[in-house]
């Protein structure tokens, strides 16, 4: 199945947001009328759908239960050149859409994000969100020597090209996260804008779950790192054995130059032990990474190609 192709489309994932749905359409049909705006109905069990189809927009059931799975099937199903991910929640603004969308737009980055976290509410978001939030985004700088400052927004604009080229293959809320790690790793450009979050409308209610989903969150990076950055998981593993390894040493060192005999043997192998599992790890994450590195040259270079065409 394919949808008519258009130059815009705002694209709605949603799980039972009857009470926010009908205004989030609305507010981005006036914000920015000549888009197409699809919703991707989640098994909804309220009027999630029908509000949505009596508000003017398409409506498109994904059966598969997980935010990362009605993503996925928007970017495979959905054909335009640029493209607006929202929230159905009302949480974020409309009227911003095209100051979203205008670094897209004019080709100064594949992706523009809404960065949230300088104006919003303290109902906006749930006890732990902005400490998982500012974690998550200091373990993504750090391994992609990024500068972002938000990195779970659910308001994003892409490019064609970018949407097209990251694969997403998370099921749940820490889809944003994958999108995101992808999208540095794959080489696209990414801008922030400052947008205001609002707290949800009374009578709704978050999906997300927050120990739960932040320990997914988190899993996810240690996976993708391991994958896309595998000297720096594996070369971090060994460094931390080598540490553990060196401290340990230096005990049977000193206990040695006191008779000039081993007397803590267990503690003697430990060290050894600890010393060669890191520099074989520092050893395997070199390896690694001059495989993965030949291998996403190659899938870039087959990129380029495909869109050259």
Known sequence: MSIQKSTIVVLIPCLNEEITIGKVIRDFQK???????????NNSTDRTASIAHESGAKVIKELRPGKGHVMANMFRK????????????????AEHVRQLLEPVLDESAEM??????????????????????????????WIF??????????????SRELVKAVPIFSSGFEVETE???????????????????????????????????????????????????????????????????????????????????????PTAILSTGMMLLGFGSIGIGILLN????????????LHKKINDR
């Open 78 to 93: 959905v054909e335009a050149d640029y493209y607006v991910i929202v929230d159905g929640d009302d949480t974020y603004s």
């Open 179 to 265: 999108f995101t790690i992808r999208t540095l790793d794959y080489g696209f450009r990414i801008t922030e804008v400052p947008v205001p979050y609002r707290k949800r409308p009374e009578g709704s209610s978050s999906k997300l779950r927050t120990f739960h989903d932040g320990f997914r969150i988190l899993s996810e990076i240690a996976r993708i790192a391991k994958a896309y950055k595998p000297f720096t998981f594996f070369g971090g593993i060994g460094l931390v054995l080598i540490i553990i390894g060196g401290i340990s040493g230096i005990w049977v060192i000193l206990d040695y130059l006191e008779d000039e005999y081993v007397n803590k043997v």
């Open 112 to 141: 523009s994000v809404a960065a949230r976290l300088e104006e919003y509410t303290e109902q906006s978001f749930r006890p732990f969100h902005i400490f998982g939030n500012n974690l998550v985004r200091r373990l993504v700088n």
């Open 290 to 301: 001059t495989i993965n590195y030949r291998f996403r040259e190659n899938l870039r270079l």
């Open 145 to 158: 020597h990024s500068n972002l400052t938000d990195i779970m927004s659910g308001y994003r604009a892409c």
């Open 31 to 41: 914000s920015i009328p000549e888009a197409q705006i699809i919703v991707f109905d």
